[in-house]
């Protein structure tokens, strides 16, 4: 069957339920920060599967790890014990432990909303509370209770009556968040670095803050991290730049490489649940696991979160730059390879405008640019990329 980049558009278009917005390609393979699609046009790739493929694409060390597991064993639920989840839950308690200084307690999942969800039923099975607390342009994620978080209505509205209630603070607004926070509130939801909303770094006063009143009120601080974290922003979790400590963190994206697997990592005090009040058939298989071990494997041997802080930091000076020659540029934000910039006109044509030239980006908001590479590109990749979005940015 013909296979082009239009025909295979137009197949999945027409079975798909609608709800992604899909672009004109199609892609078949790729190597490093590298994609091709089905006509043999290169790109490179700074979507990374909106974050997900930190180690690039056909990584050696991922591949190797999942040809061997799926020799070995793809699925085993929980009820048994597995070595690559079992080296898994050790690895990710080792990193939680020495960021937080408290040990900790893991829940498997295979998503960023389903780790989320994992983190409200935690929240209010620990506190007997309901209420919620979260940021305005937060998100995290779109089954029934991390979407009542997510702040955007037009992801919401068709969907309500959610679970709440819910208070929307804005970010930032330290007294907003010590009114909205009472002994009714099981827990508050945030971003260290929004991500669909925009690439906004909170700042470390608020968090500190939301540390604070949280602590005093009883009420569990959870930051979602899938996507900041997993060494995207210079640090295995992103709260370990800002040095403040949630109760829990969600992971997903990065984890397994590219292989869906997500977390919940909670302090060990707060680990409430009884037998079977939560669970997930896929939570915690052996192949999605052997990818998150290959995964931070890599992380380690390849240095790639010292080369996320120094290419982050090489990246947003060169950006900086730019914007001295662009002036559609208003700002850069971020931090490591988590990179936004606010542009004076609309994002989405600048996106096809890059994609045409061989640049795959994203955008997040109707103005914001979002950049998230794969943490071990070259340089030379880099300047290809850069040279690429000046000569698409008015
Ligand atoms: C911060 C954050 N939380 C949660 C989610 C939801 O993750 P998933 O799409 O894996 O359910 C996302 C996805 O973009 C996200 O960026």
């Known amino acids: 069957m013909n296979?082009?980049?239009?025909s295979l558009v137009e197949r999945e278009t027409k079975l798909e339920m609608g709800v992604y917005k899909k672009r004109d390609i199609?892609?078949?393979?790729?190597?490093?920060?590298?994609?091709?699609?089905?006509?043999?046009?290169?790109?490179?790739?700074?979507t990374s599967g909106i974050g997900v493929a930190i180690l690039g694409h056909n990584h050696p060390g991922l591949k190797q790890a999942l040809a061997e597991q799926a020799s070995k064993m793809i699925t085993c639920n929980e009820a048994f014990a597995n070595g690559e989840r079992t080296r898994l839950l050790e690895s990710l308690e080792s990193r939680w432990r020495s960021a937080s200084g408290k040990s900790?307690?893991?829940?498997?999942?295979?998503?960023g909303t389903e780790a989320n969800e994992a983190a409200i039923k935690l929240a209010r099975a620990k506190t007997g509370r309901k209420a919620l607390v979260a940021a305005m342009n937060g998100f995290h994620g779109r089954t029934a209770g991390s979407l009542?978080?997510?702040?955007?209505?037009?992801?919401?509205?068709?969907?309500?009556?959610l679970i709440g209630p819910i208070t929307r603070i804005r970010m930032n607004d330290i007294e907003g968040l010590r009114n909205a926070v009472t002994e009714e509130t099981a827990a508050v939801f945030l971003e260290v670095i929004q991500g669909e909303g925009g690439i906004r770094p909170a700042d470390v006063a608020f968090l500190s803050a939301a540390r604070?009143?949280?602590?005093?009120?009883?009420?569990?601080?959870?930051f979602d991290e899938v996507q900041a974290g997993m060494g995207r922003t210079g640090?295995?979790?992103?709260?370990?730049?800002?040095?403040?400590?949630p109760d829990v963190v969600t992971l997903a994206k990065g984890l397994g490489g590219g292989v869906p697997i997500g977390a919940a990592i909670a302090n060990e005090e707060f680990c409430v649940f009884k037998n079977l009040e939560h669970g997930s058939t896929f939570g915690g298989n052996p192949f999605a696991c052997a990818a998150a071990n290959a995964t931070i494997k890599a992380i380690e041997d390849e240095k790639l979160l010292e080369r996320a802080d120094e290419n982050g930091l090489w990246l947003s000076q060169k950006l900086q730059q730019m914007m001295t020659r662009k002036p559609s540029i208003v700002q850069v934000r971020g931090k490591g390879l988590f990179i936004g910039l606010e542009l004076k006109v609309e994002s989405t044509p600048i996106v096809k405008a890059a994609q045409?030239?061989?640049?795959?980006?994203?955008?997040?908001?109707?103005?914001?640019?979002?950049m998230l590479p794969p943490l071990n590109t070259t340089r030379e990749v880099y300047e290809e990329?850069?040279?690429?979005?000046?000569?698409?940015?008015?």
Request: hydrophobic share 40%.
């Open 235 to 245: 640090k295995f979790f992103s709260f370990e730049n800002v040095g403040v400590y």
């Open 26 to 46: 199609a892609l078949s393979r790729g190597e490093g920060s590298i994609v091709w699609d089905v006509e043999g046009k290169r790109y490179i790739d700074f």
């Open 3 to 6: 296979e082009t980049n239009a």
């Open 148 to 161: 009542a978080l997510t702040f955007k209505l037009k992801y919401r509205e068709r969907f309500e009556p």
């Open 212 to 222: 604070e009143i949280c602590s005093q009120k009883g009420t569990l601080l959870v």
């Open 104 to 111: 900790g307690k893991i829940f498997l999942c295979n998503s």
């Open 356 to 370: 045409a030239k061989g640049l795959l980006i994203l955008t997040a908001g109707d103005t914001t640019l979002r």
């Open 385 to 394: 990329a850069l040279g690429i979005l000046e000569s698409v940015l008015p």
